[in-house]
């Protein structure tokens, strides 16, 4: 018969109690006989493991095996004690599976080139035929077990959208049953797309500096369960990520995938150097490729940082356990990317990727040389995932650096002082919004405030991933801002953490290919603190707020202004500064906004001043995390360019209007 519509149907003891079990269309339900108790049911794609046991437990011999591990740091290599078998598992005891076989469940951790055989046998080992593996497992003794114990993972609490490991052992006293049962679901695990072999960095400084702990405790023992191989490389210093990616020493084919154990710095430099390496792989210009080329190569994130913004929005949550049980169950999806490129006078500031800028080469605030301009490619200086902000955020990340040894209470200290500080950024934005034209009107085809999350297989980046390789044609005006703000923010997705709920917007997706521009305008001491009371609110919006506004949009660009500097006013709370929050404007159309007050400069091209004394009264753009020197920039967002290890957030608010089946729903945040 067709495996696909074989059906199991049998009999089980389960903690003293019959059970009827089946397994059918890759979907395993249990329940029990006599019993008002409802069934449960698990998908093959949840389940992590299973072993066939001659003791309830699983516990055999074989758990005593010395487990060796060698760590790379950098390029210098130690080994480490055996592995401690006693982990926090949720009580859920570590089964000899692995264990037994050594060279699968060794985290693996000497150099990439050396590693690889080893590597391959292990997995060939895994992959030989069912019996094989099972003698291998079991023993002699242990493959004429009566007891099948299965780990599947499971989602523990849906309001904060927790997942964790949970065990089921089946007792039949005929073995021949149970070793059938073994052998349909081992097959059917196999067949899952899983990561086998992943490289994994892990930055031991970031956060709390527990990174390394963090990993032993929870990952290990995961991993270890899922008979995943770990190439593990502890970095030594910043930016080894990046270099160790980009460097072609290593050979991404030997992997499934990319996982860094770290915060948000940490990511930015994986995705930053695969994509860099993807460029150089395809021998293109780094420097001003005219395209972005997606890797072909998953990656992920362990959160072990301060905010871990990108994991809170990957998975609702910065929980370690569920973020490694994503990535062990191998889902995959794609993530929006942004480019942030030099917006020099002579870059062009436009012609990137796409044939987007075919039509709108003239997108510096100059649009007179659109001819020669639209030849030059700009720079690009780096991509992010979360946030790019000027401003405030900017300013507090260029100090906190220098608090980083009070651990994340350092976000605090520097941004308490910038707040009471309250201090303006003069600015020009210039931003690409798309209309479409309905019922004879020409209308914004993107709300940034349509009440539409991203959760699980959300529809609107299904669609955008669609669509990708095919851009559809539409009416793109340029909507000049300028101004004076609070910050100036390029958000990538909702950047949603445990501290800010709601993140600057809710409603912005992972990967739609749309960047939501979050203006906060300078104003009152008054209006800051009710920004920052909705920023930690769990129910409130900062677009609520009447001096903060929100645009939808491929590509922004930015000019920092200098103020007035050499009228002798001071930047803090002056009078011009109240003088021109005032004449801060909004017009909708593609005409130059260089005719601006004559008070001001555009950085970077004062006259009479010097360019350092500039640059004091300019922000910095606070790119994931890290310092961007660049003050003019074109922003852009590239649509699912990598792909990463997540399921996306199912949303147990029901309660929510916007949870209605007829609403467009998607992955994100939950509330
Ligand atoms: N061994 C190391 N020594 C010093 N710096 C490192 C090392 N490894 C990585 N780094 C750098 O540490 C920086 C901060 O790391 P990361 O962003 O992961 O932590 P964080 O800033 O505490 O967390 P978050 O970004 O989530 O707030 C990264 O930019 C990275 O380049």
Known sequence: MDKQNEVLLNTFVISKKKYRVVYNAGVLVWEAENSKKGKIS??????????????????????????????????????????????DFDRVPVLPTSASI???????????????SNRADSYDLLHTDATSVEDIICGNNQSNGNYLIIHYARLVAPRVCKWRVQQLVLYKNEHRI?????????????????????????????????????????????????????????????????DIMTSQTINLNNYDGVVCCGGDGTFAELFNGLVYRTMIDLGMDINQPPYLPKPSIPIGIIPAGSTDTVAYCLNGTTDIKTSILHIILGQTHGLDISSVYRNSDDSGGGGIQNGDDSKGSDNTLAGSTKVTQAKRRPQLLKLYASVLSYGFL?????????????????????????FFRNRGYSGDI??????????????????????????????RCLDASAKSGNPIDCDTQKVTVSGKFLMVNGANISCACSRSPQGFNPYCHLGDGYLDLI????????????????????????????????????????????????????????????????????????????????????????????????NKLLSKWNCDGEILMDTNIIVE???????????????????????????????????
């Open 42 to 87: 698990v998908p093959v794609s949840d389940i992590i493991s299973v072993t066939l046991s001659a003791t309830a437990s699983g516990r055999s011999a074989a758990k005593n095996a010395p487990h060796a591990i060698t760590t790379t740091y950098g390029t210098t290599s130690s080994t480490h004690a055996p592995m401690n078998e006693d982990m």
């Open 102 to 116: 050594s060279t699968t469940a060794t985290i693996n951790t000497t150099t990439t080139t050396t590693n690889i």
């Open 178 to 242: 149970v070793k059938l049962w073994y052998q349909r679901l081992s097959e059917d695990i196999r067949e899952q797309n899983r990561p086998k072999n992943l490289l994994l960095f892990l930055n031991p400084y970031g956060g709390k500096q527990k990174a390394f702990a963090l990993f032993e405790k929870y990952a290990k023992p995961l991993f270890k369960l899922a008979q995943v191989d770990i190439n593990l490389i502890i970095t030594q210093r910043a930016q080894q990520i990046y």
């Open 394 to 418: 900017g300013d507090v990340t260029l100090e906190s650096e220098n608090y980083r040894w009070m651990g994340p209470k350092r976000y605090d200290y520097s941004g308490a002082k910038k």
């Open 430 to 459: 210039t931003i690409h919004v798309e209309n479409e034209v309905i019922d004879d009107e020409r209308v914004e085809r993107n709300n940034p405030h349509d009440g539409v999350r991203c959760l699980e297989n959300c529809q």
């Open 519 to 614: 203006l906060v305008r300078h104003t009152s001491f008054f209006n800051n603190i009710r920004l920052l009371l909705a920023m930690s609110s769990k129910t409130k919006k900062i677009s609520d707020l009447p001096f903060v506004e929100i645009y939808r949009t491929k590509k922004f660009s930015f000019k920092g202004r200098v103020v007035g500097a050499y009228q002798g006013h001071g930047h803090d709370n002056g009078a011009i500064d109240d003088e021109l929050d005032q004449t801060g404007t909004t017009s909708a159309s593609s005409a130059s906004t260089n005719d601006i007050a004559n008070s001001t400069v555009t950085a970077g091209r004062t006259a009479t001043g010097s360019l350092k004394e500039d």
């Open 637 to 671: 967002c590239n649509c699912q360019l990598i792909n990463v290890f997540r399921r996306g957030v199912s949303c147990s608010d029901t309660s929510s209007k916007e949870n209605d089946p007829g609403v467009l729903n998607c992955c994100g945040v939950c509330k």
